[in-house]
């Protein structure tokens, strides 16, 4: 099928509105690569090593529970002043993170970004679902790419400028004119019709969500930390959070409009993206959150340079992101995604194996082929769930997508942190190159089982049907 880019660049009638929507985007693709770098710095400002994983976790948990309750009301009130709040609450977030005064103060308001970023994240999609025809997405995928292409050169390197410099607060206030400009622009020239229906918002079961979530995550990052795993407080984590998570799904069987609606996931296309999406968050999370602590603490490569290695990910990305419609357009979405994972998995394996042998310039190079084969992954796999509903569940499959990577993500960082956390311990502590080396290749022989996750849930989804892709 042959699309005609002009109805869909930047000088057509939707064009001001793609560029809002990639502006806004690049708040939550700035703030993915920019603060890994600076890690060591914000740790030696304001505490310890195995404190580090919360800013990520408390960032990508406040995501994750909020998507669905985004997702739900963009339902019920429409897109725009829900990415609006978004923006509002990650301006608040970032200005307060730039002022924070010590460790529990950054991770409260990294929480606050999260709330932010939890709505951001879903409307970019949900509304490129609604705006543009599924052919047409083909190409506008390439532009929304190309905002991880700039995060990706952009991102690291003014985190590790920043860093080198002692200067890590300006990573957070580093948002602020992107959020006034995403902001504007979309104020301006973001229309939409509603399609106007009552909906009840499942609170209970977000409430449950949200304590389930929280207490395994505590209990993954504090276990052989803060407390011994076969402790009282261990035990109460895990087994509070499982009876939560529980509760959750028999209260979401019975709500009128339920937070996240298990009946969307009884469908095999549903059920296989939601979890290869789970599974790319947590490997995500994997690299960018650790890669740069490994790198300069192994080899004390600069921040800089570490931060360039990483963005080697975010840079292949959207090289095959730019291309991926072409390629699912003319052989399906489940041929494209399984080819990516398949990258995605090689690449994964070839950096656990080179982590043995800390070297910025091997690291870049796995770290791109990884982002190539994501590239593949998960742009077709989000996309051919939003084909397969109407606009009044759109939104709820955006959002179940979204929540599931950064579900995926907080516990995946979780549990990538308790892994070093553990390593550390054993060893010779933060401070000990060796122990850096032996915890850091801990992380990325999980990544790579964490890759071969995404491959099995990709093999898993349905054979397109004809039509789905052309």
């Not at 609006?84 to 608040?92: H, Q, R, T, V």
């Not at 929480?111 to 997405?137: C, F, H, K, N, W």
């Not at 407390?227 to 087994?239: D, G, I, K, T």
């Not at 939560?244 to 095999?268: C, K, M, N, Q, T």
Request: aromatic content about 8%.
């Amino acid at each position: 099928m042959t699309i005609d880019r002009a109805t869909v660049g930047f000088r057509s009638e939707r064009g001001p509105v793609l560029l809002s929507l990639m502006l806004a985007m690049g708040l939550i693709a700035m703030d993915a690569t920019i603060l890994a770098t600076a890690v060591p710095s914000v740790v030696r400002d304001l505490g310890s090593y195995q404190q580090f994983p919360w800013l990520f976790s408390v960032y990508l948990l406040a995501q994750a529970v909020s998507v669905p309750i985004y997702s739900k009301l963009a339902d019920t009130v429409g897109r725009k002043p829900i990415v609006l709040i978004g923006i509002a609450l990650f301006l608040l977030g970032s200005i307060l993170c730039g002022l924070a005064w010590s460790m529990p103060s950054l991770i409260l308001f990294r929480l606050l970004q999260g709330l932010g970023a939890g709505a951001v994240g879903p409307m970019v999609a949900t509304i490129v679902g609604d705006i543009y025809t599924l052919s047409e997405r083909a190409v506008v995928q390439g532009y929304i790419a190309s905002v991880w292409a700039l995060s990706s050169v952009v991102g690291p390197a003014l985190g590790g400028v920043f860093a080198q410099f002692d200067a890590w607060r300006l990573i957070f206030f580093i948002n602020i004119p992107l959020c006034l400009i995403a902001a504007w622009m979309l104020l301006r020239h973001f229309h939409e019709q509603i399609e106007k229906r009552r909906h009840r918002i499942d609170y209970a079961g977000a409430v449950l969500l949200t304590i389930g979530l929280t207490a395994i995550i505590v209990g993954v990052l504090e276990g052989g930390n803060a407390w011994a795993w076969q402790s009282v407080p261990s035990l109460a984590c895990f087994v509070g959070g499982a009876i939560a998570l529980v509760a959750f799904a028999l209260v979401e069987r019975r709500a009128a409009e339920p937070i996240i609606d298990l009946r969307l996931i009884s469908g095999r296309l549903i059920l296989t993206t939601t979890l290869a999406s789970l599974a790319i968050g947590a490997l995500l999370t994997g690299i960018t959150s650790f890669a740069p602590a490994y790198l300069q603490g192994a080899i004390a490569v600069p921040p800089l340079l570490a931060g360039l290695a990483v963005a080697a990910l975010t840079l292949g990305w959207p090289l095959s992101a730019a291309n991926a419609g072409r390629l699912y357009l003319r052989h399906g979405f489940r041929f494209t995604a399984l080819l990516g994972a398949s990258i995605a998995t090689l690449g994964a394996i070839g950096l656990a194996l080179i982590g043995p042998y800390p070297n910025a310039y091997s690291l870049a190079a796995v770290a791109f082929v990884i982002g190539f084969g994501l590239g593949w992954t998960a742009a077709p796999t989000l996309i051919v769930a939003q084909a397969s509903v109407g606009w009044g569940e759109r939104g709820a499959v955006t959002g179940m997508n979204t929540f599931a990577r950064s579900a995926g993500s907080a516990v995946g960082v979780a549990v990538f942190g308790a892994i070093s956390n553990a390593v550390m311990a054993s060893g010779g502590g933060s401070g000990d190159p060796a122990t850096v080396v032996r915890a850091s290749t801990w992380v990325f022989i999980a990544a790579a089982v964490t890759a071969a996750l995404v491959l099995v849930a990709v093999f898993a989804m349905p054979k397109d049907r004809a039509g789905d892709h052309g």
